[in-house]
Every structure is written in C-alpha cells, then in structure tokens.
C-alpha cells in the first residue's frame, strides 16, 4: 500500500464524527495497563488513540508510515516517528511497557506479520503488555478479492489478512492472553453490522 492510499483514507476519517473520540478498543485496553509507563502505538493514523493514552498519563510514541495527522499532537511526553511496519522497529530491546496497534497488523503476508510479531516482543519490557485488534474471518469480505495465501486477499487493489482467534493465538503465542476473542467492535463498522473482530490483550512472557 503507498503512502498517497494511507493520505486519502486518514482524510476521510478525520471528517467524521466519531474520529474525535478514543476507540471502543482503546477503552477496553486500558483496563489491563499498568498505572504508567511507556506505550508505542503501531499505526497510530489520526492519533486519537494516542491522545487517549497520553491523556490518562502515558509517555506516548505514535508511528505511522504517514505521519503528518500525528505532527500536531507532539509534545514532551508524546513523540512522533515515521515507521513502516515491513521493516524492523527502530527502537531498543526492551524499550516500551506496553505496544498498542488498533487496525495495523492484517495488512502483511504470514511471513512479514510474523516478523512484526516478534519485533513487537522484542522492543516490549518483561511483563510488558501487547494490545492488538484485527479483521476478523467472520468479516463479511472475507474470502473474496484474489486469494494471495491463506487468510490473506487482495481486495480492491488492498491486501487484507483476516484472523480467527486460533491465529491470533498463534501470532502471538510468545504472549500470555489476558483478553482474546472476537467480540471487537469499531465506530464504523458497527453502522455495517460487523461486530466480530479479533481482540487480543496480552502479557510478555
């Protein structure tokens, strides 16, 4: 996907009205946190969730591969980098207490999101905690477009992996699960009927 698709999507977001406000997910999520500490936000988009985070004290680094929505929301305790998840993480080992990616992992071939799983795990503390939210195979696009390997299509010009929960567990089995299922819901698509997406919430092991 190129930067120009990210620029157009995170535009028409940014005119709705729901963009304003944290997501369902981010308020699940913090629930489970720590009472502080350092959070990296994958694929940050607008920020919103960011913002969140960093409104209830959190030291925030959001990274986007289009970062130009997020520019506006650094300040002492909330950084901005521009990260392509296909690449490693140009962070530390042991760096965050917590990594936070709300839409941003299912866009990868097995091989790349398998990488982005183990960069994560690399980058989080001992204990550190892992939220991830994802399309789910209960989506109603699910096994349409062009096939490019299981799970994983090409639709409308867009590459799109859906999870179910057994690959969630798999992705992430170097974590322990505090939260995992697929009763994930979002502003938007919840005015589609889709109520199904994979949640994930768990603890570095």
Request: aromatic share 14%.
């Amino acid at each position: 996907m190129t930067d120009n698709f990210w620029t157009k999507l995170h535009n028409s977001y940014s005119q709705t009205n729901w963009i304003a406000k944290p997501s369902l997910f981010a308020e699940t999520t913090k629930d489970y946190l720590p009472a502080e500490g350092k959070l990296l936000e994958l694929g940050a988009g607008l920020g919103q969730d960011s913002a969140y985070f960093n409104g209830l004290g959190y030291s925030i680094t959001a990274t986007d591969l289009n970062t130009d929505h997020l520019k506006e929301l650094a300040d002492g305790n909330f950084t901005v980098e521009q990260v392509d998840l296909r690449n490693h993480l140009p962070f530390s080992d042991k760096s965050f207490d917590i990594v936070y990616a709300h839409l941003s992992l299912h866009y990868f071939e097995k091989r790349i999101t398998t990488q982005i799983f183990d960069e994560i795990y690399r980058v989080l503390k001992p204990e550190g905690i892992f939220a991830f939210f994802t399309n789910s195979t209960q989506d109603p696009e699910y096994n349409t477009g062009t096939k490019i390997e299981p799970d994983f299509f090409e639709i409308n010009g867009i590459s799109k992996r859906y999870l179910s929960i057994d690959a969630a567990k798999e992705f992430a089995h170097k974590f322990e699960p505090l939260l995992l299922d697929n009763k994930g819901e979002t502003y938007k698509d919840s005015a589609k009927g889709v109520h199904n997406l994979i949640r994930f919430i768990g603890k570095k092991i």
